[in-house]
């Protein structure tokens, strides 16, 4: 009878002294494949900026000439942003014998204390922050300062944004031109 | 005696399930990043402690490093007849092709009386070209386009339009626009807006950082 032949190796019928075909594996080394996978992860973890824009709350007082808000002097502290990052401050209101002393520079590194120092030092009712910026300030020296009355828990309300005085304006021109502020 | 014989272990170990992982991942982190709108107004926004997130759907107000004012209008469901509104408010007379065209534009940078010539070009104007809307106290357009706006979502909740109103400025941009813009809000009687600033952790020893909770509002 005819048989059909089913063995590999292109009809040669397998004897002795016959070479089997060698079978290859179907197993892949994954290790490169592993390795890049992973270089790709770390990539794309570490170039993701998590970064998340946040909103921060602005209220505005409504422009009325009536209901001007009286502030006390002695809980009254002005807060004044010049040009080049420079922050001014005074206490209370400017005395034109006083003018030289009570105005005073420092930095967004330094106000944080100071405005600490002057909430723990006066009732909480007293208490005003009044800001006020110069035309040469920037955006982000507003909203810090803003956000300095944040970290610093003052209540809203006791902080309000208002337009500087000439007087301000000159005391600041010339403290500027005192310190070399460009 | 006879030798007791360890069985040699292969020392290959099967990487499939290991890569399975790592391209897993590698796909999760991909397609769970959110792609950043290609961004036409380049801003850097200061930081602020705020750790509320800005909402997705917005009435963008964006202040550029040199001054200028852009208008975006995030709200797709009333910006036509928000530009309709302002159409008619202050009679541009715009024809249809061109109302298509502004209102098919992603942000309104411009005078209103070079609006009809910007809208007419063959080309688009790139951003950094765009003058910007003017906001000085003697003509605050800034002001009409909000006018438009409140006029837009006149007898809804006005809450909702508030928290929509997102001002996004370059730290650099100089105080007197942001004031301008204020002006411009407080014009048409929208006191409550919100600053787009990037996070920040509350500094160590604050006054925030004691009582341990972030602004909440």
């Known amino acids: 009878m005819a048989e059909m032949d089913t063995s590999s190796g292109g009809g040669h019928k397998k004897g002795p002294g016959v070479k089997k075909a060698k079978k290859l594996s179907t197993r892949v080394d994954l290790t490169p494949m592993v390795d890049l996978g992973f270089l790709l992860l770390t990539f794309f973890v570490f170039t993701t900026t998590m970064s998340q824009s946040t909103a921060m709350n602005m209220n505005e007082p409504k422009d009325d000439p009536n209901s001007q808000m009286k502030v006390k002097n002695s809980g009254a502290m002005t807060i004044l942003l010049g040009k080049g990052n420079q922050v001014y401050y005074y206490y209370g209101q400017l005395m034109p014998e006083t003018i030289s002393q009570d105005f005073k520079s420092t930095t967004f590194k330094g106000i944080r204390e100071l405005i600490a120092a002057k909430k723990n030092a006066t009732p909480i009712d007293d208490l005003m922050y009044i800001i006020k910026s110069d035309e040469k300030s920037t955006f982000k020296n507003a909203i810090d300062i803003l956000d300095e009355m944040t970290i610093s828990a003052v209540p809203p309300g006791h902080y309000a944004e208002v337009d500087m005085t000439d007087v301000e304006k000159m005391l600041i021109k010339t403290t500027e031109q005192a310190n070399g502020i460009q | ?217």
């Open chain 2, 1 to 217: 005696m006879p030798k007791v014989k360890i069985p040699r272990k292969s020392t290959n170990i099967d990487m499939t399930a290991m890569c399975d992982v790592a391209f897993l991942l590698l796909s999760f982190f991909i397609l769970a990043t959110k792609q950043k709108p290609p961004e036409v107004l380049a801003v850097k926004t200061p930081t602020s402690v705020s750790s509320t997130a800005a909402p997705e759907k917005s009435i963008l107000i964006t202040l550029t490093k040199d001054g200028k004012v852009f208008l975006m209008l995030g709200d797709e469901t009333k910006k036509n007849a928000i530009i309709d509104d302002f159409n008619t408010t202050r009679g541009l007379q715009l024809t249809g092709p061109e109302l298509a065209r502004l209102k098919k534009s992603e942000y309104i940078g411009m005078p209103v009386n070079k609006l009809k010539s910007v809208l007419n070009m063959q080309q688009e104007v790139p951003a950094n070209l765009m003058e910007g809307i003017p906001t000085d106290s003697s003509n605050n357009e800034l002001a009409y386009w909000f006018r438009s706006i409140t006029n837009a979502y006149k007898g809804e909740d006005q809450r909702k339009l508030q928290e929509m109103i997102l001002v996004k400025g370059d730290g650099e941009a100089l105080y007197p626009i942001f004031k301008n813009v204020k002006q411009a809000l407080k014009a048409n009687e929208i006191f409550k807006f919100r600053i787009v600033t990037e996070g920040e952790t509350v500094p160590v020893g604050s006054e925030l950082y004691k009582t341990g909770k972030t602004e909440k509002k």
